[in-house]
């Protein structure tokens, strides 16, 4: 079984920062990439960003380019998603997912392609 746990969440105001974390752990044979969704209330899951674990390289869906980073720590199996200058349009559960089977594309945008989720963290935004 593979667990994942996201923490860091909670209230900020328009403008400030808050840092997300994802720890994996459990029998994790094979760790492609681990993303970051988010949905607020009545909305679909939107993707947030991903990180591909064996390069580092990252991307990030375009309503949080430029604002959003990822970093990952590979001895702890952690990823980190640092948010600044948010929005409330941010607002949402924040959830962290693990691939682990390869995306020829080497690109993971879609929901199916991740294999294990958190049970997401709150983000609220405030104006």
């Known amino acids: 079984q593979v667990q994942l746990v996201e923490s860091g969440g909670g209230l900020v105001q328009t403008g400030g920062s808050l840092r997300l974390s994802c720890s994996a752990s459990g029998r994790i044979f094979t760790n492609y990439a681990m993303g970051w969704f988010r949905q607020a209330p009545g909305k679909e899951r939107e993707f947030v960003g991903f990180?591909?674990?064996?390069?580092?390289?990252?991307d990030f869906g375009d309503s949080v380019k430029g604002r959003f980073t990822l970093s990952g720590d590979y001895g702890k199996n952690t990823v980190y998603l640092q948010m600044n200058s948010v929005k409330p349009e941010d607002t949402g559960v924040y959830y962290c997912?693990?691939?682990?089977?390869?995306?020829?594309?080497?690109?993971?945008?879609?929901?199916?392609?991740?294999?294990?989720w958190g049970q997401g963290t709150q983000v609220t935004v405030s104006s």
């Open positions: 990180i591909r674990w064996s390069t580092g390289v990252t």
């Open positions: 997912a693990v691939a682990v089977s390869e995306s020829y594309s080497g690109t993971y945008y879609q929901p199916n392609q991740y294999d294990y």
